[in-house]
């Protein structure tokens, strides 16, 4: 079975242009939540969507953007790019919400490793 | 507000028993997870405790105490393949997202 896939898995950019990552989550997951994951750090919540929906955003600056598509592929876009944009950004799908319910695990994706210069 | 608290770093020796524990505080708990993550690569999950107590997986179980704000991760027969940065993370009962500690990166020696 495919686990949760992103593209691209290496990227390099300059400062103030802009990227666009994806992510395909596991075949059956309705949710799909991005996470930005600085060296040496935990991974930081960004977005979630759910059934095309955004359900959450972490505290990010508007430069942050994301959409879910029909098929529940999901595209995570930073415009603007800073030098502290450098970081491992996380794909992560679930089958479905957990609130208020117990049991859904998040799974992660490979990642996209982004540099800005 | 959400924290999570963890030592940053452990070493340890092949074949022993290691204790990773973590602290939490958190409003609205709606589980608790151990991730894995070797270096460059993505967490991948390990355990998910909700209750009181502990689980059982293999050579890894996590315990869990809500009342203390407290779990744990212990390892048995360490192998240097379990040489990786070990992610506790919690979920609020009314989203869906994760908040991370920093990891703990543990170093298993020969």
């Known amino acids: 079975d495919a686990g949760v896939t992103q593209s691209p898995t290496h990227l390099i950019k300059t400062r103030g242009q802009h990227v666009t990552l994806r992510c395909s989550p596991i075949s059956g997951h309705k949710s799909v939540s991005w996470y930005q994951q600085v060296l040496g750090q935990g991974p930081q919540f960004i977005f979630q969507y759910y059934e095309k929906e955004e359900r959450g955003r972490g505290n990010f600056p508007d430069r942050f953007s994301a959409r879910q598509f029909p098929n529940y592929s999901s595209e995570l876009n930073v415009n603007a790019l800073l030098l502290g944009d450098s970081a491992l950004y996380l794909c992560a799908s679930s089958l479905d919400l957990a609130s208020g319910r117990a049991g859904e695990t998040q799974y992660f994706g490979p990642g996209t490793r982004l540099l800005v210069l | 507000g959400q924290n999570i608290d963890q030592p940053t770093e452990m070493t340890a020796t092949e074949g022993a028993i290691v204790q990773i524990n973590c602290t939490y505080q958190?409003?609205?708990?709606?589980?608790l997870f151990w991730y894995q993550q070797h270096a460059g690569e993505a967490p991948t999950f390990l355990s998910y405790n909700v209750l009181d107590g502990l689980e059982e997986k293999g050579r890894f179980s996590s315990f869990l105490s809500r009342s203390k704000g407290y779990s744990y991760l212990l390892l048995k027969e360490l192998q240097m393949k379990d040489s990786a940065s070990y992610l506790c993370a919690v979920r609020n009962y009314n989203t869906d997202k994760l908040i991370f500690g920093t990891g703990t990166r543990l170093q298993v020696f020969p």
């Open positions: 958190t409003s609205g708990f709606n589980g």
